[in-house]
């Protein structure tokens, strides 16, 4: 089956640093990835929607300056979290879709679990 | 906009008893609908996806779902759960009329299994 892998898996960083959390389709090209945030107990909010070789289209209310999504290879996306705070600790998730239609299933990856202190 | 709702939080059942989980949409057309479940350290794992044709859609893990459009509702069930079955699941829904492929989650419901 589709696997999608993140990494890192944790991270722990000091408020002011930048964090690079990568997200990759390991077994198939994904035309479309997908960046979400999810809270304690909470449900999946999208963030970002980023295909290959294009500029990402950011949620309302996602600051673009602050989550950098680059989807350089059909493979490949990165989420950088730019001069984290500790209201950025949060675990993010990945997904990726192999073709470019709504009915397509979207593969998750494990996750990220951000914390800033 | 579409939304989507999971009115049970938390459900317990026990090791051998059926499960049903409820879910309801808010979408002017038949959307795209899908069940997710999140093992704790494990990304979301597709269980099964409704998009048209027969109304009662079978998935993995022996995992069913129907599509009410009377109801708007797609209800998760399971005849008898095992202790594996304890985790998060979400519904979402996708826009067919959309090129956005988005999907919207509900809030989840996690079960928990006894023995």
């Known amino acids: 089956g589709a696997v999608v892998s993140q990494h890192p898996s944790w991270v722990i960083c000091k408020s002011g640093t930048s964090v690079k959390i990568e997200c990759r389709s390991l077994?198939?090209?994904?035309?479309?990835m997908f960046w979400y945030r999810q809270f304690p107990k909470q449900s999946l909010m999208l963030m970002a929607t980023?295909?290959?070789?294009?500029?990402?289209?950011?949620e309302q209310g996602v600051e673009k300056d602050k989550f950098l999504i680059n989807h350089a290879s059909l493979t490949l996306s990165t989420l950088t979290v730019t001069s984290a705070h500790p209201e950025d600790s949060s675990f993010y998730i990945c997904?990726?879709?192999?073709?470019?239609?709504?009915?397509?299933?979207?593969?998750f990856g494990p996750g990220t679990r951000l914390t800033v202190l | 906009a579409q939304s989507v709702t999971q009115p049970d939080i938390h459900i317990t059942v026990s090791e051998g008893a059926s499960l049903e989980l409820r879910c309801n949409y808010s979408y002017g057309a038949t959307p795209y609908l899908f069940w997710y479940v999140q093992s704790p350290g494990q990304g979301l794992q597709l269980l099964l996806k409704?998009?048209?044709?027969?109304?009662l859609v079978q998935g993995i893990k022996g995992f069913e779902a129907e599509f009410k459009r009377s109801q708007s509702s797609f209800n998760l069930r399971k005849p008898s759960v095992h202790w594996s079955d304890a985790a998060e699941y979400f519904c979402a829904v996708g826009n067919p009329r959309s090129n956005d492929y988005k999907l919207s989650f509900g809030a989840g419901t996690t079960v928990t299994v006894r023995a």
């Open positions: 077994d198939f090209q994904a035309t479309t």
């Open positions: 409704y998009f048209s044709g027969d109304t």
């Open positions: 980023s295909n290959e070789g294009s500029k990402a289209t950011y």
């Open positions: 997904s990726a879709a192999q073709r470019l239609h709504p009915s397509d299933t979207q593969y």
